[in-house]
């Protein structure tokens, strides 16, 4: 099974600045990548599917990027609704996997 | 627009079985495959089953395989989830999504309780 390593666990920053997410799989998963928001009481949202493709209706303020075995998650200038946990998913070969979440808060 | 609402959750001792139902709106749920996602207290989400459009491709994660069963009815717009030989590890929130191009999910339900407890 692949496995998705998120870093840091817990990152603090302040409205305005610019957050770098990271995660990493046990091997290469190509572009096979995305990421997903989720606030408190919610559930996930897809930010970012294959890699670096925004879903319909985030804010040009995320990015995503990577291929392989390391991906990144950008949030250009964070805005006060972005503080939440993030994780990262694969797909491909069965089963799907998640990683541990990153969580964003504001310092 | 798409709505999914969960259903059939509850308390269920160690053992038992429960199935779990999602009722599907707002898009053609006969052509859109669907997950199953579960997520435990202060826990991220874990992948359980995914189910293809026309009900012929299933999957499982290790953790469920051989004890849940997915399933649908496409003329009743509906996805169940037939989960047996319950166990501690299972309680969590349970969601269905649909799914965007063979693992992506662009939406989820509210999810069902599911607690598996004495």
């Known amino acids: 099974e692949i496995v998705l390593t998120q870093s840091p666990a817990t990152l603090s920053l302040s409205p305005g600045e610019r957050a770098t997410l990271s995660c990493r799989a046990s091997?290469?998963?190509?572009?096979?990548l995305a990421w997903y928001q989720q606030q408190p009481g919610q559930v996930p949202r897809l930010l970012i599917y294959?890699?670096?493709n925004r879903a319909t209706g985030v804010p040009p303020r995320f990015g995503g990027s990577g291929s392989g075995t390391d991906f990144t998650l950008t949030i250009s200038s964070l805005e006060p609704e972005d503080f939440a946990v993030y994780y990262c998913?694969?797909?491909?070969?069965?089963?799907?996997?998640f990683g541990q979440g990153t969580r964003l808060e504001i310092k | 627009q798409v709505h999914l609402v969960e259903s059939g959750g509850g308390v269920v001792q160690p053992g038992r079985s429960v199935r779990l139902s999602c009722a599907a709106s707002g898009f053609d749920f006969s052509q859109w495959g669907m997950h199953w996602v579960r997520q435990a207290p202060g826990k991220g989400p874990e992948w359980v089953a995914v189910l293809g459009h026309d009900g012929n491709t299933e999957h499982y994660a290790d953790s469920v395989k051989g004890r849940f069963t997915i399933s649908r009815d496409n003329s009743k717009k509906t996805l169940y989830l037939q989960m047996d030989s319950l166990r501690a590890e299972d309680t969590a929130v349970y969601h269905c999504?649909?799914?965007?191009?063979?693992?992506?999910?662009?939406?989820w339900g509210q999810g069902t309780v599911v607690t598996v407890s004495s």
């Open positions: 091997q290469s998963i190509s572009n096979y």
């Open positions: 999504a649909r799914d965007l191009n063979s693992g992506w999910t662009d939406y």
């Open positions: 998913q694969r797909r491909g070969n069965w089963p799907i996997t």
């Open positions: 294959g890699a670096s």
